[in-house]
């Protein structure tokens, strides 16, 4: 079968014939497909004798991890995505010295590297299931060396993403008939500390029920 690239993401792949979307991050892979898809991919890895873990199927009583995430399937057919386990790795950046949590070897670092750490960890949960964090995070980005102030905006988000662990996205049933792609833009006019703006969007599949669901 004959697989393609997306031509944004690399790691983001698609077959017509069979039917298959396969998306790669890390060691993990997540893909939508039909059987005769699903039976293939299974044989070529037997083939090309890949280790691969046991393929698992996404059901009301089997939710599924990826890369951190949980994706559960619920009783309406909707499905959602949460890093509770990223969110666990969350701390406040501390004006001293301080010691890592991380799942890697112990260390301590400056009030500085927290603040990259911690922002760092942050944004990626917020790309994935929390949109509503990108804002905060992305305008901490901006700080080269970080004042009190920086610190304490950084710690109000992060405060909100620890005790909102299972705060995520929720992907609804759409209608396939009526489906849009919207595209919505936005700018807060020169509020970066240069004076330039910053501009935000989001990308979302909509039907003509108004359900929607965020995509990018």
């Known amino acids: 079968m004959q697989i393609d690239q997306s031509t944004y993401d690399l790691c983001l792949l698609q077959s017509n014939d069979p ?3 396969v998306g790669l991050q890390t060691d993990d892979t997540l893909f939508l497909a039909d059987e005769q898809f699903a039976a293939r991919e299974q044989s070529q890895l037997h083939e090309a004798k890949f280790m691969a873990k046991e393929r698992e199927t996404l059901t009301l ?3 599924l991890k990826f890369n951190g995430g949980l994706i559960q399937l619920l009783q309406d057919g909707s499905i959602t995505l949460t890093q509770k386990r990223q969110a666990e790795n969350l701390s406040e950046v501390s004006t001293k010295s301080a010691t890592s949590n991380g ?5 301590t670092l ?3 590297e927290q603040y990259i750490a911690q922002r760092a960890r942050g944004a990626y949960i917020a790309s994935v299931c929390q949109p509503e964090s990108s804002f905060d995070l992305s305008f901490s980005a901006q700080a080269i060396n970080p004042t009190e102030e920086d610190v304490k905006s950084l710690n109000k988000r992060l405060n909100w993403q620890i005790n909102n662990p299972m705060r995520g996205l929720k992907f609804v049933r759409l209608d396939a008939k009526t489906l849009q792609l919207l595209v919505l833009t936005d700018a807060s006019f020169a509020n970066n500390k240069d004076l330039s703006s910053q501009i935000g969007y989001v990308i979302v599949l909509t039907d003509s029920e108004k359900r929607a669901n965020i995509i990018h």
């Open 103 to 107: 799942t890697r070897a112990t260390k």
């Open 110 to 112: 400056t009030p500085k």
């Open 19 to 21: 039917f298959g979307v």
């Open 61 to 63: 009583e089997n939710p």
